[in-house]
C-alpha cells in the first residue's frame, strides 16, 4: 500500500534545475520526520536531505548542499526539494522517506532509519 508518492522527476541539461515533490494521501507529513534519498544505477542508496517537522530544520548531505532545498507545504501535505545547478552525478531514482512522529532533530540519513518509502522519480542530467 502506497503511502508516499513521489513526482517531478525527468530530464534536465547540467546547470539546470528541478523540483521533486512527494505527497502522502494516507499520513500528515507534518507529523514525520522526511528525508530525501537517492540511487543511482549499481550504487547503494544515499541520503540526500531531512527535513524535520518539529521545526522545520533541515539537513542535507555535502553532495547537494548549497544547491537544494527542502520545504513542507502543509495545506498541500506536500515536501519539495528544489534542486539547482544539477550535475550528472545527480542522475538517480530519487525516494522521499517518513519516519513517524515530530522528532526534534530527524535521524541520520541511513535508509534503515526511515519507516516508509514511496516509489521513486527518475532524474538524468545529461547535455
Known amino acids: 500500500q502506497v503511502q508516499l508518492v513521489e513526482s517531478g522527476g525527468g530530464s534536465a541539461q547540467p546547470g539546470g534545475s528541478l523540483q521533486l515533490s512527494c505527497t502522502s494521501s494516507?499520513?500528515?507529513?507534518?507529523?514525520?520526520?522526511m528525508a530525501w534519498f537517492r540511487q543511482a544505477p549499481g550504487k547503494e542508496r544515499e541520503g540526500v536531505a531531512s527535513?524535520?517537522?518539529?521545526?522545520?530544520?533541515?539537513y542535507y548531505a555535502d553532495s547537494v548542499k548549497g544547491r537544494s532545498t527542502v520545504a513542507l507545504d502543509n495545506a498541500k501535505n506536500t515536501l519539495y526539494i528544489q534542486m539547482n545547478n544539477l550535475k550528472p552525478e545527480d542522475s538517480a531514482t530519487y525516494y522521499c522517506?517518513?519516519?513517524?512522529?515530530?522528532?526534534?532533530?530527524?535521524?541520520?540519513?541511513?535508509?534503515?532509519?526511515?519507516?516508509?518509502w514511496g516509489q521513486g522519480t527518475q532524474v538524468t542530467v545529461s547535455s
Open positions: 527535513f524535520s517537522s518539529w521545526d522545520g530544520a533541515t
Open positions: 494516507k499520513i500528515t507529513i507534518a507529523t514525520h520526520c
Open positions: 522517506a517518513s519516519l513517524a512522529g515530530r522528532w526534534v532533530e530527524c535521524p541520520p540519513l541511513q535508509p534503515g532509519a526511515y519507516q516508509t
